[in-house]
Every structure is written in C-alpha cells, then in structure tokens.
C-alpha cells in the first residue's frame, strides 16, 4: 500500500446512521482492531453487544463464532472508525447470522473485492470432499 506496509491493513470506514458496513464475522486467519473516531454504535462482538463511541477501541482476534464481530451506527451522524488488521492471506471468513463463509485470496495489487479466488457460499450447498475425484 501507500505506507509501504505489507503485514499489517489499515481502513477508514463511514457508516450512516441505522447502518453497518459488513455483516457480522469471524475471520480464521487475520486479527482486525477498530478505532473509534466519531459517532456512536454497538460493537456486537460473539454473543455480546457493547456501546461504543470516539475514543473507543475494540478487538477482533482470529478465531471461530465467538469472535464474530460488526459494528452497527446506532447514532444520529455517522460513525467513523478507522480499521486495523493483518494481512495474512489466504483468509476465511464465517457469517453466523446468515451460515455463510468466505474464501478469499489476495494477490498482490488486489484487494478484498478484486480477489483473484474470493468464493462466497454456504456450508450446506458444499461438495462432498471426493466430488469429482478417482476414487
């Protein structure tokens, strides 16, 4: 990137009022921190909801369900934070609320939504592991 980091993502992110920039994840490979710039919200983080507002900072290690994590704007302006996460590549990611996941691998000069692999699905629509293969 412009800072010449290569281990460690950096992200400015706005919310309006009423709304959240991701769904509520778990990431299996990377560690993500939020600092809270302005505005106010709820960290969902596992099972538990925590207000949060500038000055605020939340954790999101790697981990399974219980480290799902989203921050929702609960406030009447936006909610600006800036995210902090490692890179580690590739990633995959769980939804709790929806049961999807998410493989994504990053090339360099990609991003997120320009993987060169990013598979979006659902456990229950998977293959078996053999599906296709000589047995």
């Known amino acids: 990137g412009a800072l010449g980091l290569t281990g460690l993502g950096l992200m400015l992110t706005t919310v309006a009022p009423g709304k959240r920039a991701f769904p509520f994840h778990n990431h299996l490979g990377n560690d993500e921190a939020f600092v809270i710039l302005d505005g106010e919200g709820i960290y969902r983080f596992g099972g538990a909801e925590y207000p949060v507002r500038a000055g605020h900072i939340c954790a999101a290690p790697r ?11 609960t406030g009447d302006k936006d909610l600006k934070y800036i995210g902090i996460s490692t890179q ?4 995959i990611c769980e939804y709790p609320d929806s049961g999807k996941y998410s493989a994504i691998a990053v090339a360099p000069g990609d991003s997120f939504m320009t993987a060169h692999l990013r598979v979006v699905g659902r456990r229950a629509q998977g293959l078996d592991y053999w599906d296709g293969e000589e047995v």
């Open 63 to 73: 981990g399974g369900p219980d480290t799902a994590h989203q921050l929702v704007n």
């Open 88 to 91: 580690n590549d590739p990633d």
